[in-house]
Structure formats: structure tokens, C-alpha cells
């Protein structure tokens, strides 16, 4: 079964920093999806960025990109130039496709705060 | 263009009450996902569609709880005889073609069982 883990349960920097959160991850898949998300203070839930595996890039989104560290089963989400409006829970998600489900399963989450 | 749909925002039930979520996807999304999210946690499957048809249902905690979607569009999920331990954020999701693609998010529902 795939298994998606996010070790950090919260974070506090200062504005205007970079911030590197961790997420490794466990599938029998050659081919997989990862995901990451973000979760506002009123629940609102809005995609970031996605790595494919098959990609060796890792993806940028503007002021979000991945490290993609595929034989450490790693994928870990930076911040660069921090803003207040960055605070909220970031989700590590993984697309699974086993015995004909198609799943996305997140981890726990990591609080990020952004102090001023 | 529209962004996924849901309501109500909020419900708080007794213990044995029934309750209904609603979801409207974004159009033309084929796919749409029902999850739980409890307190502090990230979200759970329960049941997923494509078009009309259920995918998976095997996350589906117990019979108390059902989800439809007849004309593959809009759907409910409703559960019957609510228990304190069904306490949650229900959001739903769709997304084109299945979940290697960006699954969008509604605003969700969060529920209290009291």
C-alpha cells in the first residue's frame, strides 16, 4: 500500500526566507504523480505544484519548486522569498493506481508560519 | 470558469441524525472524489466517481454512509445515523480524467456530531 510522510509537523521562519519542507513517500508504481497543496486558515484547499517521475526536472511554479530526489523516495517543497500570506498547512500528496483504483493520498501535513 | 461547489458549509448534528453534502464539480471534470478530513489530518478517500459510475467505494467507513452521483455530474454523500466520531471537514474534488491529473477542490463541509 502507498504510504506519503510528512515528518515536520510545523515550521516557523521569518519573511522573506526559503523554507524546505519534507515528504518521502513508498509505492511499488514505476510511474507516479506527486502532488503538493496547500491549506489556507479557512480550509481551503489549492493545488501548488506536481512532479511526474518520469520527469527529471525538478518542477517550478513561481516561488515554489520541488526537489526531487527519486532513488531517496523523496520530494521535498520549497519556499523561496517567504510571505505572511504563505502561512497555512502544506500537504505531500501521491497519485496511486492499484487493482484498478485511482487514488491520491496525502500525508499529515506541515504548518508553516511566516513571522514578520 | 466555476470552481467546485458545495454546501452547506457547516452542519452540526446530534448523534442518530441524518445529513447530506452536496457537490457541484467543475464542468467537464468526469472525475469527482469525496474525502474526510479530520481535525489535523490531511484528507482520506472515501469514494470516487467517473461519470456516474462509483470507482472505488472501499474507503466508505460503514454502511451509515453512501454516496451517489446518477447523472454524473453533481453528487451527495449522505450519512445515516451520525456518530460523534464522524466528526470532520467532508470536501469534495474533481478532477479530467482521473487523479494523475489536478484534482480541484471545494470549499468543504465541516461537520460537528455532538
Known amino acids: 500500500a502507498q504510504k506519503v510522510t510528512q515528518t515536520q509537523t510545523s515550521i516557523s521562519v521569518m519573511e522573506k526566507t526559503t523554507v524546505t519542507m519534507d515528504c518521502v513517500y513508498e509505492t511499488r508504481d514505476s510511474s507516479y504523480f506527486l502532488f503538493w497543496y496547500k491549506q489556507t486558515a479557512s480550509g481551503e484547499i489549492v493545488f501548488l505544484i506536481r512532479q511526474d517521475s518520469y520527469k527529471k526536472e525538478n518542477a517550478t511554479e513561481g516561488h515554489y519548486s520541488l526537489n526531487f530526489q527519486k532513488p531517496k523516495s523523496s520530494i521535498g517543497l520549497i519556499i523561496t522569498a517567504t510571505q505572511i500570506e504563505d502561512s497555512a498547512v502544506y500537504f505531500c500528496?501521491?497519485?496511486?493506481?492499484?487493482?484498478?483504483?485511482?487514488?491520491?493520498?496525502f500525508g499529515k501535513g506541515t504548518q508553516l508560519i511566516i513571522q514578520p | 470558469e466555476a470552481g467546485v461547489t458545495q454546501s452547506p458549509r457547516y452542519a452540526v448534528l446530534q448523534e442518530g441524525q441524518a445529513v447530506s453534502f452536496w457537490c457541484d464539480p467543475i464542468s467537464g471534470h468526469d472525475t469527482l472524489y469525496w474525502y474526510q478530513q479530520p481535525r489535523d489530518q490531511g484528507p482520506q478517500l472515501l469514494v470516487y466517481?467517473?461519470?456516474?459510475?462509483?470507482?472505488?467505494n472501499s474507503q466508505l467507513p460503514s454502511d451509515r454512509f453512501s454516496a451517489v452521483r446518477p447523472k454524473g455530474t453533481n453528487s451527495t454523500l449522505k450519512i445515516q445515523s451520525a456518530k460523534q466520531g464522524d466528526t470532520a471537514t467532508y470536501l469534495c474534488a474533481s478532477s479530467f480524467m482521473g487523479s494523475q491529473n489536478t484534482l480541484y477542490f471545494g470549499a468543504g463541509t465541516r461537520l460537528s456530531v455532538l
Open positions: 500528496a501521491m497519485r496511486e493506481n492499484t487493482e484498478g483504483a485511482d487514488r491520491l493520498t
Open positions: 466517481f467517473r461519470d456516474e459510475a462509483v470507482i472505488d
